[in-house]
């Protein structure tokens, strides 16, 4: 693993420089694993769970923003807030988070004191408009024009739509006990799953009793043009009538890089380098805070070896004794890219 260092890096005390990898300066805060497809980046990410959970934490982990953001599932849009709400892939999410994590849930107590703040659509009480009105100077449009378009029939008609799910979590359930009960009393209820995780993520930002473990894989799909379609977005060429992740509420809830925020414990993040044509997008051209990223890079050919030797003692190479011509020959044809190293494992017979 190789850190994208800075100009002047910062300082950071002796006992992370011994313990560290170098360069990292985000302890307590966040970590953005970068790279090339298939290099290993969600195994990090699956190790870096599964030592959280030996060790106690709390994980809460997302496996696949891109199926946040690029699968179709039914959807619902909360008119009040403009937002799109994602019940059945909540509720998925929070089906893993207490399977994972059922052994310490029940002894984490809910605090009431920042409890039942978050509506439907996992909006704060305290927010601003998620969607506020802006103009667009090279359309000369506002960006709810769309609203001309709407008759008086649709509008009682998506009134109507809210009222029937405008409710909160924290109004449905007064005094949670832990936060086993807050988790299973939204999975029992079908519109309060999203709200649920807001209330959920609140509880962990703010835990001090528990570390706290935030994993979010394939993190750059949170950042791209959803594929489910809306007139509301034809002003906007970049989205092409396609919904934006920051307007679906589910998304919303994963996209920030935030993990300063988190009292007790960091987040953790992985991304593809995205090629188009002969440029390479890295966080630096992003103006992404440097020592806040790793770029995870392809085997060195030692650690090949190695890896070829636990595929093939594990079955997935099957080759009887691969020598070190075939390991070497591998390496040329895949330069010890994970992925691709295993795609010529059961394609080709050796």
């Excluded at 659509?121 to 960006?143: C, F, I």
């Excluded at 008759?151 to 405008?166: F, H, T, V, Y």
């Excluded at 636990?310 to 099957?318: M, P, R, S, V």
């Amino acid at each position: 693993v190789r850190c994208v260092q800075e100009t002047a890096p910062r300082w950071t005390p002796k006992v992370y420089r011994d313990y560290s990898l170098p360069g990292f300066f985000g302890f307590n805060s966040s970590l953005l694993l970068t790279g090339e497809k298939s290099v290993g980046k969600s195994g990090i990410l699956a190790y870096a769970s599964m030592w959280a959970h030996k060790n106690n934490w709390i994980v809460f982990k997302v496996p696949s923003a891109y199926k946040l953001t690029q699968t179709r599932n039914i959807i619902r849009r909360f008119h009040k807030s403009g937002l799109y709400l994602q019940f059945d892939q909540a509720k998925d999410l929070l089906k893993a988070f207490r399977l994972e994590n059922e052994h310490i849930l029940p002894s984490i107590p809910v605090n009431l004191d920042i409890y039942g703040k978050y509506n439907v659509a996992g909006v704060h009480k305290d927010d601003l408009d998620p969607n506020p009105v802006t103009w667009d100077p090279e359309r000369k449009a506002y960006s709810n024009d769309w609203e001309r378009f709407i008759n008086p029939q649709e509008k009682l008609g998506m009134d109507d739509s809210d009222r029937a799910i405008d409710v909160s979590i924290g109004e449905r359930l007064k005094n949670p006990q832990n936060l086993l009960e807050l988790v299973d009393f939204a999975l029992k209820e079908q519109f309060l799953s999203v709200c649920a995780i807001y209330e959920i993520l609140e509880q962990l930002y703010n835990l001090e009793s528990h570390c706290v473990l935030i994993a979010v894989d394939d993190y750059n799909w949170l950042y791209r043009p959803s594929v489910y379609p809306s007139f509301r977005y034809a002003n906007k060429k970049e989205l092409n009538k396609k919904i934006p992740p920051y307007h679906l509420s589910l998304c919303r809830a994963f996209m920030k890089f935030d993990g300063h925020k988190i009292k007790n414990g960091m987040k953790l993040c992985a991304a593809s380098l995205g090629r188009f044509e002969k440029h390479v997008f890295s966080p630096e051209k992003l103006n992404f805070g440097l020592g806040y990223n790793y770029e995870v890079e392809q085997l060195e050919l030692d650690d090949f070896r190695n890896f070829c030797t636990f595929c093939n003692q594990n079955g997935l190479w099957k080759v009887n004794s691969p020598n070190e011509f075939d390991i070497q020959r591998l390496y040329l044809m895949t330069q010890g890219n994970i992925g691709e190293a295993v795609e010529c494992m059961v394609t080709y017979e050796y």
